[in-house]
Nanobody, 125 residues
Framework: QVQLVESGGGMVQAGGSLRLSCVGSGRTFSRYAMGWFRQAPGKEREFVGGLDWTSSSPYYSESVKGRFTISRDTAKNMLYLQMNSLKPEDTALYYC??????????????????WGQGTQVTVSS
C-alpha cells in the first residue's frame, strides 16, 4: 500500500510561481512511476507530467512543457512540481499519483494505482 499527501497549493497571480510537494509512504513507493494530474472545475482530470522510477527524464504534457518541472527525491520519498509562469488556465486541483510507468499513466484511461487527496492551485489574472 502507498499513501500520497500533497502540499504547497495556494493562490498566485498570473506569471507567478508555486512549488507543490508530494510525500509518499509505503515499502514499495520508490518502485513506482510518479506523476502529477490536475482537474479544473467542469473538466476532465488530465495528466500534467510524470517520472519513471528508473529514469531521470520527466515527461510533460504540451500545456505545461517549458514552464513546469518535476523532480523526485527517492531517499526522502518526495515528488515535486515546480510551476513557473503560471496562467489562469492552470487553476485546478492538483493530484499526486503513483502508477506502473509514465507511458500508461499519461494517456486515458490513466493507469494509476494510488492517488493523493489533491491540493488547490488558483491563478488570478
Amino acid at each position: 500500500q502507498v499513501q500520497l499527501v500533497e502540499s504547497g497549493g495556494g493562490m498566485v497571480q498570473a506569471g507567478g510561481s508555486l512549488r507543490l510537494s508530494c510525500v509518499g509512504s509505503g515499502r514499495t513507493f520508490s518502485r513506482y512511476a510518479m506523476g502529477w494530474f490536475r482537474q479544473a472545475p467542469g473538466k476532465e482530470r488530465e495528466f500534467v507530467g510524470g517520472l519513471d522510477w528508473t529514469s531521470s527524464s520527466p515527461y510533460y504534457s504540451e500545456s505545461v512543457k517549458g514552464r513546469f518541472t518535476i523532480s523526485r527525491d527517492t531517499a526522502k520519498n518526495m515528488l515535486y512540481l515546480q510551476m513557473n509562469s503560471l496562467k489562469p488556465e492552470d487553476t485546478a486541483l492538483y493530484y499526486c499519483a503513483a502508477g506502473p510507468n509514465t507511458r500508461t499513466m499519461r494517456s486515458p484511461p490513466y493507469e494509476v494505482h494510488y492517488w493523493g487527496q489533491g491540493t488547490q492551485v488558483t491563478v488570478s489574472s
